[in-house]
Nanobody, 118 residues
C-alpha cells in the first residue's frame, strides 16, 4: 500500500527553525511531484512548496526566502526546511505525492503539527 509519513513537527519560537521530513513507500517515488501543504484552523489547505521529479522547486509567496524543499530519490524522502518561522506559519503540515503528468493520481500523509509561539 501507499504510505506517506511525516515527521519533525513541534513547537518552536518565532525566528526559529524546523525541518519536516516525509518518507514515501508503495510508489515509484521518482515519478512523483512532491509537495508540502499546510492547513491552519479555519483556513483552507494551501500549497507551501513543491518539487518536481527533476528537482525544480516552487514556493508560496508567504514562505519564499525562508523555506526550502529537497528530495532524495534514493531514500524516497522529501524534506521541508523552515527558517525564520512566524506565528502565521502555525498549521498542520501535510506531505503530498502527485504523479507528474497525471496529477489526479495523488496521495496524502496524515500531517504533522507545527506551532510557532513564544
Amino acid at each position: 500500500q501507499v504510505q506517506l509519513v511525516e515527521s519533525g513537527g513541534g513547537l518552536v519560537q518565532p525566528g526559529g527553525s524546523l525541518r519536516l521530513s516525509c518518507a514515501a513507500s508503495g510508489i515509484i517515488f521518482s515519478w512523483y511531484v512532491m509537495g508540502w501543504y499546510r492547513q491552519a484552523p479555519g483556513k483552507e489547505r494551501e500549497l507551501v512548496a513543491s518539487i518536481t521529479t527533476g528537482g525544480s522547486a516552487t514556493f508560496a509567496g508567504s514562505v519564499k526566502g525562508r523555506f526550502t524543499i529537497s528530495r532524495d530519490n534514493a531514500k524516497n524522502t522529501v524534506s521541508l526546511q523552515m527558517n525564520i518561522l512566524k506565528p502565521e506559519d502555525t498549521a498542520v503540515y501535510y506531505c503530498n505525492a502527485a504523479l507528474q503528468g497525471a496529477t489526479s493520481v495523488s496521495y496524502w500523509g496524515q500531517g504533522t503539527q507545527v506551532t510557532v509561539s513564544s
